[in-house]
């Protein structure tokens, strides 16, 4: 016996009476299919529970399992006394679920506990589930700061431990969708909530979990989006089933996209091993981009692939475009990796004799020395990409006023204190927070005075 249901549900405080105090009634669409799924559950008298929850311990590379016999949770944060669960927890399960996390070389497990309280993103799902089916112990899981796909991975080693237990388990993927749907919800507006919810819909509709590994990291961060991991997760747990979608609702009257959505198991389906065909479109997409890599990336990722290989700096090769061998101009090399940032550094002025010295400079640095990460290792060098910018003359200006997110970068300067941040960055909107982050990266604080210079830049993708 392995997985015999999954749900995706939101978990908004208000839905519940007590809290909502008649509010409840506006999203009236969402309770009813709560209670469908409810209902469905218990019909599958599922000996264990496993959720997923955005609000449970998050760390950046581990994902969290809740460790002990039981736990309670209340609604207290909420303005709500006498509101207390209390759930058993399958201990059996989360041994299981740790070894095989390990062996498949997920970081995930029990340490780190700051709080042992069920969480609102468990405890409302739980309150549903409750009123029609108590038999089953619990599995309550944090998400992480790990790649997509990896919390698809994760999943797959759900399915395999209800498995291995011959347990049957229902997953709940507890997780709203975007949280700026409307001007006057509580994170504001923003065109890519409802974009991001169209697109998350789809895929509940119609069972293709692929969409959730192919939305653009941009358009997540700018919708405010709350469950794509626990999702992912919930995905990677039917991992090769076949499944009947069913989409029981979506609304989002106060802002915030609710959508619930059930998953019915109706056999086995080897085309859906959505972590294959992701990573195989991965490579494939790595591999056109190689193909088309102007001069300036390609000559960056020759520079760190040739470093981690032989430890030596390259010479410039004979064939660069004249500008890279004549000029001198400031470099920055960004790295990315599955979409995430891996390295990056880069210098205000040039150092060096021409922008190809520059480029291999920075190149091996941002793989190697970035503070924020560890090296890069070879084994890393496949997923990676690759951006240059060059640097024109900085030019000290006035006023904030002058300068443009877009356009140009920013230079920041208090006493020795210097800080850089490039334009057109993803997650930078406006001119505030340019400065802000700026000021951050030099150490200055946010209230102090700042002399400013702004550059433009050529990027080379």
Same mark, same amino acid.
């Given at each position: 016996?392995?997985?015999?249901?999954? %749900?995706?549900?939101?978990?908004?405080?208000?839905?519940?009476?007590?809290?909502?105090?008649? =509010?409840?009634?506006?999203?009236?669409?969402?309770?009813?299919?709560?209670?469908?799924?409810?209902?469905?559950?218990?019909?599958?008298?599922?000996?264990?529970?496993?959720?997923?929850?955005?609000?449970?311990?998050?760390?950046?590379d581990y994902f969290h399992i809740s460790p002990g016999s039981k736990a309670v949770g209340d609604l207290r944060q909420f303005g709500v006394r006498n509101s207390m669960l209390e759930a058993e927890y399958d201990k059996e399960f989360v041994k299981r679920?740790?070894?095989?996390?390990q062996e498949a070389l997920i970081s995930a497990g029990t340490l780190g506990e700051r709080n042992p309280e069920i969480d609102h993103g468990t405890l409302i799902p739980l309150k549903f589930i409750n009123e029609c089916w108590t038999s089953y112990k619990?599995?309550?899981?944090?998400?992480?700061?790990?790649?997509?796909?990896?919390?698809?991975?994760?999943?797959?080693?759900?399915?395999?431990?209800?498995?291995?237990?011959?347990?049957?388990?229902? %997953?709940?993927?507890?997780?709203?969708?975007?949280?700026?749907?409307?001007?006057?919800?509580?994170?504001?507006?923003?065109? =890519?909530?409802?974009?991001?919810?169209?697109?998350?819909?789809?895929?509940?509709?119609?069972?293709?979990?692929?969409? %959730?590994?192919?939305?653009?990291?941009?358009?997540?961060?700018?919708?405010?989006?709350?469950?794509?991991?626990?999702?992912?997760?919930?995905?990677?747990?039917?991992?090769?089933?076949?499944?009947?979608?069913?989409?029981?609702?979506?609304?989002?009257?106060?802002?915030?996209?609710?959508?619930?959505?059930?998953?019915?198991?109706?056999?086995?389906?080897?085309?859906?091993?959505?972590?294959?065909?992701? =990573?195989?479109?991965?490579?494939?997409?790595?591999?056109?981009?190689?193909?088309? =890599?102007?001069?300036?990336?390609?000559?960056?990722?020759?520079?760190?692939?040739?470093?981690?290989?032989t430890r030596k700096h390259i010479k410039p090769p004979v064939n660069l475009p004249q500008e890279m061998m004549t000029e001198r101009a400031g470099v920055f090399v960004s790295i990315k990796k599955f979409g995430q940032l891996r390295g990056c550094i880069?210098?205000?002025?040039?150092?060096?004799?021409?922008?190809?010295?520059?480029?291999?400079?920075?190149?091996?640095?941002?793989?190697?020395?970035?503070?924020?990460?560890?090296?890069?290792?070879?084994?890393?060098?496949?997923?990676?990409?690759?951006?240059?910018?060059?640097?024109?003359?900085?030019?000290?200006?006035?006023?904030?006023?002058?300068?443009?997110?877009?356009?140009?970068?920013?230079?920041?300067?208090?006493?020795?204190?210097?800080?850089?941040?490039?334009?057109?960055?993803?997650?930078?909107?406006?001119?505030?927070?340019?400065?802000?982050?700026?000021?951050?990266?030099?150490?200055?604080?946010?209230?102090?005075?700042?002399?400013?210079?702004? %550059?433009?830049?050529?990027?080379?993708?």
């Amino acid at each position: 016996m392995s997985i015999i249901g999954a %749900f995706i549900v939101p978990h908004p405080p208000i839905i519940l009476p007590e809290i909502g105090k008649g =509010e409840e009634k506006k999203i009236q669409k969402t309770i009813d299919s709560y209670r469908t799924a409810a209902k469905s559950i218990a019909e599958l008298a599922p000996e264990t529970i496993v959720v997923t929850t955005p609000h449970s311990i998050l760390y950046s590379d581990y994902f969290h399992i809740s460790p002990g016999s039981k736990a309670v949770g209340d609604l207290r944060q909420f303005g709500v006394r006498n509101s207390m669960l209390e759930a058993e927890y399958d201990k059996e399960f989360v041994k299981r679920l740790e070894k095989n996390a390990q062996e498949a070389l997920i970081s995930a497990g029990t340490l780190g506990e700051r709080n042992p309280e069920i969480d609102h993103g468990t405890l409302i799902p739980l309150k549903f589930i409750n009123e029609c089916w108590t038999s089953y112990k619990l599995v309550r899981i944090g998400l992480s700061g790990e790649r997509l796909v990896t919390h698809y991975q994760f999943g797959k080693c759900i399915a395999k431990t209800a498995e291995q237990l011959n347990r049957k388990t229902v %997953f709940i993927a507890s997780g709203d969708l975007s949280h700026r749907l409307t001007e006057d919800g509580p994170y504001g507006y923003q065109p =890519e909530g409802p974009a991001f919810d169209q697109k998350v819909i789809h895929a509940m509709e119609t069972g293709n979990f692929l969409d %959730f590994f192919t939305l653009d990291p941009e358009l997540c961060e700018k919708a405010g989006e709350c469950g794509l991991r626990s999702f992912l997760i919930m995905a990677g747990a039917l991992d090769g089933q076949s499944v009947r979608p069913t989409l029981l609702s979506y609304e989002g009257p106060f802002g915030v996209g609710y959508g619930v959505a059930a998953f019915e198991i109706t056999g086995k389906d080897e085309n859906r091993h959505y972590d294959r065909v992701y =990573e195989q479109i991965e490579k494939d997409r790595l591999a056109e981009m190689k193909i088309h =890599e102007d001069p300036y990336v390609r000559l960056a990722r020759t520079a760190l692939e040739s470093y981690l290989a032989t430890r030596k700096h390259i010479k410039p090769p004979v064939n660069l475009p004249q500008e890279m061998m004549t000029e001198r101009a400031g470099v920055f090399v960004s790295i990315k990796k599955f979409g995430q940032l891996r390295g990056c550094i880069g210098t205000i002025a040039p150092v060096t004799k021409n922008i190809a010295e520059e480029i291999i400079m920075n190149a091996i640095s941002s793989g190697t020395d970035d503070p924020r990460f560890p090296p890069v290792t070879a084994a890393e060098l496949p997923d990676l990409t690759y951006s240059v910018d060059v640097l024109s003359p900085a030019e000290p200006i006035h006023s904030p006023a002058q300068l443009n997110v877009k356009r140009y970068g920013v230079i920041v300067s208090k006493d020795y204190r210097r800080g850089l941040l490039l334009p057109n960055l993803e997650g930078v909107d406006n001119v505030e927070q340019q400065i802000a982050i700026a000021k951050q990266k030099a150490g200055i604080r946010k209230d102090e005075t700042v002399s400013l210079e702004r %550059f433009e830049v050529v990027r080379h993708l």
